[in-house]
């Protein structure tokens, strides 16, 4: 499966964004999509997950209540929306998926063996 998120730009603090992963070659429908995102100067850290088969869905706690993931009903885009964005949100945010639906999985980097190329989110103050 080839992963290519989009929807990152520049917002002022407060504002919204949403993030697309469009999957090719494959279909989201077993397994975990997740978005991860790497600040500058910082490692790469999980954000959100979704389960693909039932619809669990887990948070960073820095993220949750502000930000949604999501799939479309045809499986093929999984999505990360962003409310009330602040700075420290700013940073590459990455798709990835993961054939495993394992729970340790769900928020486990080197569990997701497929990544898209990463989109800019830059967060005004």
């Known amino acids: 499966v080839q992963l290519q998120a989009s929807g990152g730009g520049l917002v002022q603090a407060g504002g919204s964004l949403r993030l697309s992963c469009a999957a090719s070659?494959?279909?989201?429908?077993?397994?975990?999509a997740a978005w991860f995102r790497q600040a500058p100067g910082k490692e790469r850290d999980f954000v959100a997950s979704?389960?693909?088969?039932?619809?669990?869905?887990y948070y960073a706690d820095s993220v949750k209540g502000r930000f949604t993931i999501s799939r479309d009903n045809a499986k093929t885009t999984v999505y990360l929306q962003m409310n009330s964005l602040e700075p420290e949100d700013t940073a590459v945010y990455y798709c990835?998926?993961?054939?495993?639906?394992?729970?340790?999985?769900?928020?486990?980097?080197?569990?997701?063996?497929?990544w898209g190329q990463g989109t800019q989110v830059t967060v005004s103050s």
């Open positions: 990835a998926f993961s054939r495993s639906a394992i729970l340790s999985a769900a928020r486990t980097e080197r569990a997701y063996g497929n």
């Open positions: 070659g494959g279909t989201f429908s077993s397994g975990y």
């Open positions: 979704l389960r693909l088969n039932g619809g669990s869905t």
